[in-house]
């Protein structure tokens, strides 16, 4: 028989990442801001020099130029990212300690968070991109068919499914692995996390669901509670509706991009310092695979 899993601590580990993200906010502040500035800036410039809808352009040519520059600015903001995620995740495992005024970094180990966070996105796209492909093909074939309704609600709840367990599996412990292992290594992230999705998915939820309620109060505040409104029943009308809103979004990412820029700080301490902690419970501190 084999070795059960370890398991890891739920209510310690939400314990723990909101002790770190609330307890230690004024360190992690002292990490991120210059990064956080950086993508503000990068994340601002496609709408401040009219790239943001690249499609529009007048040209092939320069919808190619606008479409490199888009690109440029979330590849710039993925790397910042990487230079935030390691540093915190750091702090939350205890490598780092003291105080921070500022922080900026780019050496192999962030390299190595970026080039991790790439791999977790492909490979996430592939699932979907999968999904959507294998519903495409089959879920036509049924339109004869009483229960073909049926067989789509249970196709796009067990899609919904399977994709999310990926994603647990594959990103949670994405941070940790790599800075204390100095390693790009997808698969032992993943093997780590067997025995643990809805330990996860219980973790997950207490340290995002509270600021995500926060951000979209903030939002509706900003943009108008009928931002959130329910879309039309009508296709058309939802569509107009939908295109609205994402114009009155565009209008306000100034206050957008300043309301991130508020909560990462915390958002960073919470989720890095509960997969922190939890990696700490999977992999015993005297285990070869840690770095020394």
Excluded at 132 to 156: E, K, M, N
Excluded at 196 to 207: C, E, G, M, P
Excluded at 245 to 259: C, K, N, T
């Amino acid at each position: 028989m084999s070795a059960r899993a370890p398991r890891i601590p739920v209510v310690d580990t939400i314990r723990f990442g909101y002790d770190f993200a609330f307890g230690q906010i004024g360190v992690i502040i002292g990490l991120v801001w210059l990064p956080l500035t950086a993508m503000a800036v990068l994340q601002f410039l496609p709408y401040a020099i009219g790239t943001a809808d690249a499609p529009s352009a007048d040209s092939s040519a320069a919808a190619t130029v606008d479409a490199f520059v888009n690109l440029a600015c979330s590849v710039g903001v993925l790397v910042l990212y990487a230079i935030n995620g390691v540093a915190v995740t750091r702090q939350a495992l205890g490598l780092r300690q003291g105080a921070a005024s500022y922080h900026f970094a780019l050496g192999w180990p962030e390299w190595r968070m970026f080039a991790a966070i790439v791999i977790c996105g492909l490979l996430l796209v592939a699932a979907i991109g999968l999904y959507v492909l294998l519903g495409s093909i089959v879920l036509p074939r049924l339109g004869g068919i009483g229960w073909a309704d049926l067989v789509a609600d249970v196709y796009t709840l067990a899609g919904f499914c399977a994709v999310a367990w990926i994603a647990l599996r594959l990103i949670f412990l994405v941070a940790p692995v790599v800075v204390t292992e100095e390693r790009v290594d997808i698969v032992r992230g993943f093997m780590l996390t067997r025995g643990n999705v809805l330990r996860i998915f219980a973790i997950v939820l207490a340290v995002t669901v509270p600021l995500l309620l926060v951000q979209c109060a903030a939002l509706a505040f900003i943009a108008g509670p009928g931002f959130f409104a329910p879309l039309p029943t009508d296709a058309g009308a939802a569509a107009v509706a939908l295109e609205q809103r994402f114009a009155v979004f565009d209008r306000h990412m100034p206050e957008v991009i300043g309301l991130t820029l508020i909560l990462t700080p915390f958002n960073l301490g919470l989720i890095l310092g509960a997969a922190s902690r939890a990696y700490r419970a999977l992999v015993p501190a005297n285990s070869p695979t840690r770095a020394q």
